[in-house]
């Protein structure tokens, strides 16, 4: 019997598991791909407050070191369903299951699809989803980016260091990310900003060779001769497996306050993959506390 089970090994749930193992609780993460969540894939993290520069995968790193020498469990395993018992749950995933008194889900979110013909093909055949991943391979080449968000302004700054040439596609007039990252890519001569414009079509017969363009002002299209595009457009949370256990508002997030409570006594919200304003890796790391704590305390 464990005393917490953790959903998820992103910031949120392994910043819960350090809160849980140093309140004295018996903590085991199941994840299902790898530990660190989204901010694996992110060149560089400027913004968590007391480090002023790491590499998502160094921050990803450390905080996976720091939770399991404290002692908690990491388990590679696949969460299904969970039941609820008089007193406990049981967590089943596709190789067991296993008893807790409370759960804590943590399972963020993941990269929204951009829709267009033949994504699904192309990627991994020049069409990617981490420009931290995948930059490497455009070295020299011409790459795009589509997207309005911090992620992919930065993207577009990690990429700019690799390739001749760098496209920033996003369908609005203004970008939705950090004014500091948009001066530094004004600032960039192999960055060319393309405002109000869509990717319609992805060209090449086994790897992308191209992508068209759509300018949605003039209706004109271009086609821009690229080994790479990078979908950055923000992510969606996939909380299926629990829908009948507790709330999801119409987005897919689960319903939960700034105290990580769910509509379902003994379970936890934390992270991106719960209802609130700002996702950012600092309010993931809270989150993490927050429903550590309160899992204790109902435990307790
Ligand atoms: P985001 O902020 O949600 O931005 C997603 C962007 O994609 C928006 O500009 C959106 O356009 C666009 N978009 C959405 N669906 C689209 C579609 N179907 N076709 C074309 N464009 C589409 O996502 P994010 O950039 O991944 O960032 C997620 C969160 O993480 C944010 O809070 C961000 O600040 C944070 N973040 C922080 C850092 C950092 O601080 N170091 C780094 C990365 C991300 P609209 O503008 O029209 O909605």
Redesign the pocket.
Known sequence: MYDLIIVGAGTAGLSAAIYGVRAGKCVLLLEEKVYGGQIIS?S????YPGIRHISGYEFAEELHRQATELGAELKYEKVREIRKHSGFMTVKTGRGAYDCRAVILATGAKN?Q??VEREKELTGAGVSYCATCDGAFCKGKNAAV?????????DAVFLSGYCQKVYLI???KE????ERLIQTLRGKENVELMLES?VVRLNGERHLESVVVRNDRTGKERELSVTALFI????VPDNRAFADLVSLDAYGYIEAGEDCRTSSEGIFAAGDCRTKT????ATAAADGAAAAVAACSYIQ
């Open positions: 992110a560089a993290v400027e913004n929204r951009l829709q589509v997207g309005g968000g911090n992620t992919a302004l930065e996003h369908r609005r970008f939705r990310g950090e869509q950055a457009i923000g992510q700002v996702r950012q890796l």
